[in-house]
């Protein structure tokens, strides 16, 4: 008889890279439950000494929902245990891509995101006050994992998953002001801009800022008013991974990883996968 699934079991899965058995387990399909399962994870990752450093929002671009059978974005937090922070940007004198280890994961995929730092919570759910409130902005590579076995799930099963989040390589930060000082001109920037994925110089992916929500500014004033719906509000100081500008690629030993942007200069991390 299968058993409902445990926070636990979750967090021990994910922690060690590992699938679990469909048929041991009941189906999720309750976002309530999800939720539930997620913040019970969080309560234990902050017993056992980590600390939230923001959120990853998952499922931002629409063109990948038919693929996953997921079709509304689902958010999970980013830990100090899970967020490295690349020393320079690829290309830069010195650089040296972040090397990572795909076997700590469970089916382990990249994707390209566009990662923005809060000084302040959103006075609204808009875009215009998410980048109010923004410090500085930044590009990153986010690497997502699937606990379910061929990345089958339901909505609520990846939001339980911890947003299916295994870790966040983020570049360096620019301010915020470096987009431009009319808010408009700083949403229609991060909406036009391009990105290229390349696995060992080869390109793989393309994608655009406006596949997020309409723009990375506006996922996040999604996110937003759902924490708000909730009783909850965005901490001050927080990072939000933005959501991938492309469909994620699966990873493998020996591969290496980068990105070309166009349309702003955000300077990006290398990744070595071994």
């Not at 999800?34 to 931002?60: D, N, P, V, W």
């Not at 590579?141 to 089958?152: A, C, D, M, N, T």
């Not at 990873?251 to 980068?258: L, N």
């Amino acid at each position: 008889m299968p058993e409902p699934l445990s926070a636990a079991t979750m967090l021990d899965a994910c922690d060690h890279g590992r699938s679990l058995d469909r048929a041991r387990f009941e189906p999720l399909e309750n976002l309530a439950d999800a939720e539930a399962i997620q913040t019970s994870i969080a309560i234990a990752r902050l017993a056992r000494g980590e600390r939230q450093a923001g959120y990853k929002i998952g499922f931002t671009n629409r063109s990948i929902w038919p693929l996953y059978g997921v079709f509304h974005p689902i958010w999970a937090p980013v830990w100090n245990a899970t967020l490295i922070r690349a020393a320079a940007a690829a290309g830069e004198p010195n650089a040296a891509p972040v090397a990572l280890e795909a076997a700590r994961f469970a089916e382990p995929r990249i994707e390209p995101e566009i990662v923005v730092g809060l000084r302040a919570a959103p006075a609204a759910d808009t875009p215009q006050a998410v980048l109010e409130a923004a410090d500085w902005i930044a590009h990153g590579l986010e690497i997502v994992h699937s606990p379910y076995p061929g990345w089958r799930f339901t909505a609520a099963e990846a939001f339980a998953a911890q947003g299916l989040h295994g870790a966040l390589v983020l570049g360096p930060p620019l301010p915020v002001a470096s987009l431009g000082q009319a808010a408009a001109q700083a949403l229609a920037r991060l909406a036009a801009l391009e990105v290229e994925l390349l696995c060992d110089g080869r390109m793989v992916e393309r994608g655009r800022g406006a596949n997020v929500l309409d723009g990375p500014m506006h996922a996040i004033a999604h996110l937003s008013r759902e924490l708000r719906r909730r009783g909850r509000s965005i901490e001050p100081g927080s990072l939000i991974s933005t959501g991938t500008l492309t469909d994620a690629r699966p990873i493998g030993a020996g591969q290496r990883w980068e990105t070309r942007l166009r349309g702003i200069d955000l300077p990006g991390p290398a990744l070595d996968i071994r």
